[in-house]
């Protein structure tokens, strides 16, 4: 699929962006893997982490301005948009930044993408874009629907944009994962509130569900994995079972339990073995373009706490163990 292929990823330097980067040297015969991101550090750290592979390259720049963007997907066929601001305090603290990166980002990558001939686009996206309650949230949803128009404005052009939805990734910069093993050593874990619950997902099938929307996509598309859910209270006893759990509260921007489809998308949505399909509501969309798919009920609601899949404690353990902090 992507043999012989010129790949561009966005925040490449990022969790995803590095295990992204592993599988696909691993798996495909790529022309060139560029990594863009704006911390040169990061990509120092990333060229000596792999070494020196002639098939991947650095290139410094930031999706806020368009011309840097133009000049990097030069000769480019596939994108992969893994760059946002993502941390809901901060984005809160300094909306105008969250925007900036989040919307007019994915508006230039967009503009970009169609201008420059590249032929395919996943961005990806969060359960926190599903009716949002934050300013993290809010932008990633605008994001979504910005890619998915996107299709409306390619003409004639062969490109075509796509976006892969999922819940929090175990052990990636910013989860609570890394935080409950900080703070193990001193005998007691935060716990916002005991009845949250979160969609979980590793960083490996991530990747694998950006791999099957690249396969899969026609344009239009939000491909949503099926993914097991876990209460935060399991996930602290997975972690440090000896601690003590102290009940913070709910912060700000945040919600009890999390959604990937609402009983509105579900009437749009076409449910494969192993993922969902949310489909675009636009003329140019053909119905026929996902003939496998099941259609969904319209009460059908996917959420992390009604889920039918949940991780036990082992499981999580088993996870953890896989990881490198």
């Known amino acids: 699929m992507l043999n012989g292929k010129t790949i561009l990823v966005t925040g490449g330097t990022g969790s995803f962006g590095k295990k992204f980067t592993r599988m696909v040297l691993d798996r495909y015969d790529v022309n060139k893997l560029i990594i863009f991101s704006r911390d040169e550090l990061k990509q120092a750290q990333m060229r000596a982490e792999f070494g020196d592979n002639p098939k991947l390259r650095f290139f410094i720049g930031d999706v806020r301005d368009k011309e840097r963007l133009y000049r990097a997907f030069d000769g480019v066929d596939v994108v992969i948009h893994a760059a946002a601001l993502k941390r809901v305090p901060e984005c809160e603290y300094n909306p105008f930044e969250a925007i900036k990166?989040?919307?007019?980002?994915?508006?230039?990558?967009?503009?970009?993408?169609?201008?420059?001939?590249?032929?395919?686009?996943?961005?990806?996206?969060?359960?926190?874009?599903?009716?949002?309650?934050?300013?993290?949230g809010a932008t990633k949803l605008c994001s979504d629907k910005l890619f998915i128009a996107g299709n409306?404005?390619?003409?004639?052009?062969?490109?075509?944009?796509?976006?892969?939805?999922?819940?929090?990734?175990?052990?990636?910069?910013?989860?609570?994962?890394?935080?409950?093993?900080?703070?193990?050593?001193?005998?007691?874990?935060?716990?916002?509130?005991?009845?949250?619950t979160r969609f979980w997902i590793t960083l490996e099938e991530g990747v694998e569900m950006v791999f099957a929307a690249l396969e899969k996509m026609q344009g239009g598309e939000i491909f949503v994995p099926?993914?097991?859910?876990?209460?935060?209270?399991?996930?602290?006893?997975?972690?440090?079972?000896?601690?003590?759990?102290?009940?913070?509260?709910i912060r700000p921007g945040e919600k009890l339990h999390e959604s990937l489809i609402t009983g509105s998308d579900a009437r749009h949505t076409l449910e494969f073995e192993n993922y969902y399909i949310i489909q675009p509501e636009f003329s140019w969309w053909k119905?026929?373009?996902?003939?496998?798919?099941?259609?969904?009920?319209?009460?059908?609601?996917?959420?992390?706490?009604?889920?039918?899949?949940?991780?036990?404690?082992?499981?999580?353990?088993?996870?953890?163990?896989?990881?490198?902090?």
């Open 101 to 136: 990166t989040n919307v007019i980002g994915a508006q230039n990558i967009i503009d970009a993408a169609i201008d420059r001939g590249v032929s395919k686009i996943v961005a990806l996206s969060t359960d926190k874009a599903v009716n949002p309650i934050n300013l993290y």
């Open 287 to 325: 119905l026929g373009n996902h003939k496998d798919g099941k259609p969904l009920t319209d009460d059908f609601e996917y959420t992390s706490d009604k889920n039918e899949e949940w991780l036990t404690v082992d499981e999580m353990r088993e996870m953890l163990k896989q990881l490198q902090f």
């Open 152 to 196: 409306s404005y390619v003409g004639s052009k062969d490109t075509r944009f796509a976006v892969v939805r999922y819940g929090n990734v175990v052990g990636s910069r910013g989860s609570v994962v890394p935080l409950f093993l900080q703070l193990k050593e001193a005998g007691k874990l935060p716990i916002t509130d005991p009845r949250m």
């Open 226 to 249: 099926k993914i097991p859910s876990m209460k935060i209270t399991d996930l602290a006893e997975a972690i440090a079972p000896e601690c003590e759990l102290e009940i913070v509260g």
